[in-house]
């Protein structure tokens, strides 16, 4: 059982990326998807999720209405669009699935998540 996140880079304040989380040894589609992100010296916090079952999507309040996830069951792999990004957009990226069917309140919640990929770098550019 794998996640592997990819798709991070370089880009330039207001720029887009677009990262992926794919998986192996499972099917995505039964798990709640969520990408994590961390910054130096900071925690690490939600930044969004795609909930198994139905789809339901959740986005942290720094990213709504810049940020989209979607899912490809086909290919087996969790997509976050990254558009209008901002130099405190720059951390780490994880990807995490779980295999339960969080609220708004629970999320962001890390403990629940069974399995996180290793992360790819996004750094914005000012």
């Known amino acids: 059982v794998q996640l592997q996140a990819s798709g991070g880079g370089l880009v330039q304040t207001g720029g887009s990326l677009r990262v992926s989380c794919a998986a192996s040894?499972?099917?995505?589609?039964?798990?709640?998807i969520s990408w994590f992100r961390q910054a130096p010296g900071k925690e690490r916090e939600g930044v969004s999720c795609i909930r198994r079952n139905d789809g339901y999507k959740y986005y942290a309040r720094s990213v709504k209405g810049r940020f989209i996830i979607s899912r490809d069951n086909a290919k087996n792999t969790v997509y976050l669009q990254m558009n209008n990004l901002q130099p405190e957009d720059t951390a780490v990226y994880y990807c995490a699935a779980g295999v339960h069917s969080p609220i708004q309140s629970s999320w962001a919640n890390p403990g629940p998540y069974d399995y996180w990929g290793q992360g790819t770098q996004v750094t914005v550019s000012s």
């Open positions: 040894g499972f099917s995505l589609d039964y798990y709640t």
